[in-house]
């Protein structure tokens, strides 16, 4: 079975008590309750850099031009005993966009500092690649699942190179 393609885009800002992170509360579907990225799934058809703009409409009410996302990396999240749910993530950072993020029916949006992300609501795959990406490591990251979908078994880091360049 082929990995679903997703993307994920995190934006960030700097204020006056330092460097923070937009994140959001899933409130439906896959990973209801937790405090995810915002994003998801490609569309058959478009890019990951279309996906990642629309998704953040969609979730956050808030709109993201293409040339302004940066690409993070990748993530690919390996589910032993439940290989339907494989994701191959790509995942951008920016740090402009128009609007204020708002709730939507998927997502509660919040902005938490990037030293104090809130790991313990988060997959718990996140604090082992989030801090690196957000701080400027371009990496690609293999995550395996335990069998209990939830906690990490093991987690695979190399540099990443854009495609392209």
Same mark, same amino acid.
């Given at each position: 079975?082929t990995?679903?393609? +997703?993307?994920?885009?995190?934006?960030?800002?700097?204020?006056s008590?330092?460097?923070h992170?937009?994140?959001?509360? &899933?409130?439906?579907?896959?990973?209801?309750? &937790?405090?995810?990225?915002?994003?998801?799934?490609?569309? %058959?058809?478009?890019?990951?850099?279309?996906?990642?703009?629309?998704?953040v409409?969609?979730?956050?009410? +808030?709109?993201?031009?293409?040339?302004?996302?940066?690409?993070?990396?990748? +993530?690919?999240?390996?589910?032993?005993?439940?290989?339907?749910?494989?994701?191959?993530?790509?995942?951008?950072?920016t740090?402009?966009?128009?609007?204020?993020p708002?709730?939507?029916?998927?997502?509660? %949006?919040?902005?938490?500092?990037?030293?104090?992300?809130?790991?313990?609501?988060?997959?718990?795959d996140?604090?082992?690649?989030?801090?690196?990406?957000?701080?400027?490591?371009?990496?690609?990251?293999?995550?395996?699942?335990?069998?209990?979908?939830?906690?990490?078994?093991?987690?695979?880091?190399?540099?990443?190179?854009e495609?392209?360049?």
């Amino acid at each position: 079975m082929t990995a679903a393609h +997703v993307t994920l885009c995190f934006l960030l800002r700097h204020g006056s008590d330092g460097e923070h992170v937009l994140l959001g509360t &899933k409130k439906t579907g896959f990973g209801r309750g &937790k405090v995810v990225g915002v994003g998801g799934h490609v569309e %058959p058809g478009e890019t990951a850099v279309e996906a990642a703009c629309r998704e953040v409409m969609e979730e956050i009410n +808030v709109v993201v031009e293409a040339a302004d996302l940066v690409p993070a990396g990748t +993530v690919d999240f390996v589910f032993p005993a439940r290989p339907d749910w494989n994701m191959a993530t790509t995942v951008f950072l920016t740090r402009t966009w128009a609007g204020e993020p708002s709730e939507s029916d998927e997502i509660a %949006p919040a902005w938490f500092p990037v030293g104090q992300l809130p790991v313990e609501r988060m997959w718990a795959d996140a604090e082992h690649w989030l801090p690196a990406m957000i701080a400027g490591r371009r990496i690609a990251v293999r995550v395996d699942l335990a069998p209990d979908n939830e906690n990490v078994a093991d987690v695979h880091t190399v540099e990443w190179v854009e495609p392209g360049r």
